[in-house]
């Protein structure tokens, strides 16, 4: 397996453990992961991250307990394996952006358990960095299929749905609410 980190900058040496920037209300027994952490993501949920670094975006996908009705609700007649929305705001920068795809060794750390998510709890040096242009083809190309809507607002019931739902970003969202975990009262599956 291997593990990603993606950042608009192309000349990290070495990633440092940082605390998040916004704090996260965690359940019980997970607090930790608001503090210094070196962050990575699996190849698997790669697409996650196939955006600019402060872009808002809510990814969906369909899995073992999804229902007829929530597939026909979210996700429509699409044959993706995964739907991402962003909003129309974004739209210019997420097409003109280049972002670095960096691949980190495995040795230092350890599965959050969460959507492909791990940590270090140490410094990393990445192994080599991989310059990411035309992010519409590359999500694409990872079987993503981009929406374009004026808000993510009226997407915050997909966590009642029976998909799986990851928010990234959203504290950029006008009046999305304080980030949480779940994000906002009653989501099964949030992140920031």
Same mark, same amino acid.
């Given at each position: ?22 704090? /996260? ?9 608001? *503090?210094?952490? /070196? %962050? ?6 790669? +697409? ?15 899995? *073992? ?17 995964? #739907?991402? %929305?962003?909003?129309? =705001? %974004?739209? =210019? ?30 410094? /990393? ?24 809507? =004026? ?7 997909? %966590? ?18 304080? +980030? *949480? ?10 992140? #920031?």
């Amino acid at each position: 397996m291997r593990l990603f980190h993606f950042s608009d900058d192309p000349n990290i040496r070495e990633f440092v453990p940082q605390a998040v920037r916004t704090a /996260v209300q965690r359940p019980a027994g997970s607090e930790w992961l608001n *503090g210094a952490l /070196v %962050w990575a993501i699996d190849e698997a949920h790669a +697409p996650l991250y196939l955006f600019p670094r402060e872009c808002p975006r809510i990814l969906a996908w369909a899995t *073992g307990e999804t229902t007829a009705k929530d597939r026909a609700t979210w996700l429509g007649e699409s044959p993706a394996g995964m #739907t991402a %929305w962003i909003e129309q =705001a %974004w739209r =210019a920068r997420f097409e003109a952006t280049t972002i670095f795809r960096y691949e980190l060794p495995r040795s230092s750390f350890e599965d959050v358990g969460d959507v492909g998510m791990w940590v270090s709890r140490s410094a /990393v040096t990445p192994i080599e960095v991989r310059e990411v242009r035309d992010l519409p083809v590359q999500l694409a190309a990872c079987d993503v299929e981009l929406r374009v809507v =004026a808000s993510l607002l009226p997407l915050k019931p997909i %966590w009642q749905s029976s998909l799986h739902a990851s928010g990234i970003r959203l504290r950029n969202v006008e009046n999305w609410g304080h +980030p *949480g975990w779940p994000h906002s009262s009653g989501d099964r599956v949030a992140g #920031t």
